[in-house]
């Protein structure tokens, strides 16, 4: 799946449901830095070794997953209504973070 047909089964499952009109930016953000807070609080407590060894748990698993997909619904929702190209903004973040971060040669 690419990231624009993600962004399109997210529009289609939103208009149908007549979810647009709650989809600004505000609300998107929001909803992400939520979503955000739910895939914390599945390591929230754990030991750095217990995090690191979270998927051996199916159940565990499958709540990290989901919660992963939230975030990632949120994000690229809200980067269709503000009409941001994610790959491009990945990149230009990147290339910040190297000229910032300058790593060995
Ligand atoms: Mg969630």
Not at 78 to 86: E, I, N, P, T, Y
């Amino acid at each position: 799946m690419t990231l624009r047909s993600m962004q399109e089964l997210l529009s289609d499952f939103a208009e149908h449901r007549e979810w647009e009109q709650f989809h600004t930016p505000k609300n998107l953000a929001m909803a992400l830095t939520g979503e955000a807070g739910e895939l914390a609080a599945e390591f929230q407590w754990l030991t750095p070794e217990q995090s690191a060894d979270v998927m051996a748990d199916p159940r565990h698993a499958r709540a990290v997953r989901h919660e992963m997909a939230d975030v990632l619904s949120y994000l690229l929702r809200l980067a269709d209504v503000l009409d941001v190209d994610l790959e491009q903004a990945l990149r230009e973040k990147v290339d910040l973070n190297a000229l910032k971060y300058p790593g060995r040669t």
